[in-house]
């Protein structure tokens, strides 16, 4: 099971971690997906379980840094510089073989964490 949890309501600039705890087998493939009000699920960033290669979307490049603790099970996203058009509902997701950047690739989603980011 996933469970992430940190969302909240912050102000553009501002800063927020999501965590997701994970129970069971890990996959290979940890991701985040986010998606807003009237718009499809998009990714955000993926990391392998093991290597801990990250993947990220041009759209959150250099601002949001996805990283995992294997002892605790959890994955992170810290978001930095947030900016209006982050605010989603973000969902955290796991599949076996390479970081996909489609949420159709993904089999395991937990619940949502809604994050809004006030201008």
């Known amino acids: 099971q996933l469970q992430a949890s940190g969302g909240g309501l912050v102000q553009a600039g501002d800063s927020l971690r999501l965590s997701c705890a994970t129970s069971g087998r890990t996959n290979y493939v940890m991701g985040w997906f986010r998606q807003a009000p009237r718009k499809q699920r998009e990714f955000v960033a993926g990391?392998?379980?093991?290597?801990?290669?990250?993947v990220y979307a041009d759209s959150v490049k250099g601002r949001f840094i996805i990283s995992r603790d294997k002892a605790k099970r959890v994955v992170y996203l810290q978001m930095n510089s947030l900016k209006a058009e982050d605010t989603a509902v973000y969902y955290c997701?796991?599949?076996?073989?390479?970081?996909?950047?489609?949420?159709?690739?993904?089999?395991?989603w937990g619940q949502g964490t809604l994050v809004t980011v006030s201008s």
């Open positions: 997701t796991t599949r076996s073989g390479d970081i996909g950047t489609k949420s159709t690739e993904y089999s395991y």
């Open positions: 990391i392998t379980w093991n290597w801990g290669t990250t």
